[in-house]
């Protein structure tokens, strides 16, 4: 059975920008992985750090569930996604046990250093898969597969310094969009603290109205997510493009995009 797993910085980052990708490859019979980096202890204004862990792990277990994807859990705090060695050994090892054929990841470019890292950990961590010289935690052997790397789209769809990002290709969420609304609303005790500490109004309205712009910028879909795909050196033969291959009309190349490439 193919897999893919979706790699994030904190509970409810998936939900946001990768869960509909995540529920098309399920509809495929693919078996779907979920993991974030980070406990999200920084997520509150009320409780300290242990009991905002503890909320936050129940609240991505129970969005997982929803999901119908395999939970796997954080391996550090808010802030301290650091692109760090000891990180890379413990991701990898994720790595190594999933042998996910994709790895749906951040923007390399985003509004916070913890989407950013998670990003470059991801992609390293995917490339050092097959490097029996790299010691894991915990030890596991060296897996060969071939995999295929997708970047999602940023907050706010621009990078840090305000400049829009546009897709590479787009995948049709609207028939998905209930199932992925569903999993974001299961991260109850994030509405406030978004709405108070970054302005974001609804929580759960920011994310339709970023599906539903991503959605027409595609052209075609009402709701949709964005991917740019990661170079295949030291990951995969130069064609492979699962999610093209995998979702047929569910997924629309931006020609704009691959145009511009060279």
Request: a negative charge; hydrophobic letters at 40%; one cysteine or more.
């Amino acid at each position: 059975m193919p897999r893919a797993i979706a790699i994030a910085a904190h509970p409810d980052d998936i939900e946001f920008v990768m869960a509909g990708t995540l529920l098309r490859l399920k509809e495929c019979g693919w078996d779907i992985h979920y993991m974030n980096l980070s406990s999200g202890n920084c997520g509150s204004l009320e409780t300290d750090a242990q009991e905002t862990r503890i909320v936050r792990a129940k609240e991505a277990r129970a969005a997982a569930k929803i999901l119908g994807a395999r939970f796997h859990s954080p391996i550090c705090d808010d802030l301290e996604v650091i692109y760090s060695v000891a990180l890379l050994r413990k991701l990898t090892a994720v790595i190594r046990e999933v042998m996910p054929d994709v790895v749906l990841t951040h923007s390399p470019q985003d509004y916070m250093e913890d989407h950013m890292n998670a990003s470059r950990l991801a992609v390293t961590a995917a490339f050092a898969r097959g490097m029996p010289n790299f010691r894991v935690e915990p030890p596991s052997p060296p897996a060969s597969h071939e995999v295929t790397v997708y970047h999602a789209m940023p907050h706010g769809l621009r990078d840090g310094l305000r400049r829009r990002v546009d897709a590479g290709a787009w995948v049709d969420t609207t028939p998905v969009h209930e199932v992925k609304r569903e999993s974001l609303a299961a991260h109850r005790s994030q509405k406030d603290w978004l709405d108070k500490s970054q302005g974001m109004d609804s929580y759960l309205i920011s994310m339709d109205e970023m599906s539903a712009e991503v959605g027409k910028q595609s052209g075609k879909f009402a709701h949709a997510e964005g991917w740019r795909r990661h170079s295949h050196l030291g990951f995969s033969t130069k064609e492979k493009d699962p999610l093209k291959e995998v979702l047929g009309d569910a997924f629309l190349v931006n020609q704009a995009y691959e145009d511009g490439l060279g």
